[in-house]
């Protein structure tokens, strides 16, 4: 049974190294998904910006943290890099939601 588990076992290999991949790029897209909901919910609905940028914090650091177990700990300082390289989109959006409330305050 071992012998055939062996077998069986370097035949979908790749399917299973696949598999998480698409798992970590859903969860990183889910994490950005709602991040971007955050921003429009606490900033546009409720005005409130540190919560906003607090809560979008933890959802990029969560990102980071994934990605770095998802790779292990050889490469922590590229995932790292790469995870705060793509967060800039998401703080960009924030900034933006947050200057335009300020805007509307002043009016």
């Known amino acids: ?5 062996r077998l069986l076992q370097a035949k979908w290999q790749c399917y299973d190294c696949y598999a998480r991949v698409c798992m970590s790029l859903g969860a990183y897209h889910i994490l950005s998904a709602i991040s971007y909901y955050v921003i429009i919910a606490t900033m546009s609905h409720y005005s409130d910006i540190t919560t906003a940028f607090c809560v979008i914090t933890v959802f990029m650091v969560c990102n980071v943290v994934i990605g770095i177990l998802d790779v292990g700990r050889y490469l922590v300082h590229r995932v ?3 995870h705060v390289f793509g967060a800039i989109p998401v703080y960009l959006a924030a900034v ?3 200057s335009t409330i300020k805007l509307d305050v002043v009016e």
Do not use: G
């Open 96 to 98: 933006t939601m947050a």
């Open 80 to 82: 790292t890099l790469l």
């Open 1 to 5: 049974h071992v012998q055939l588990f």
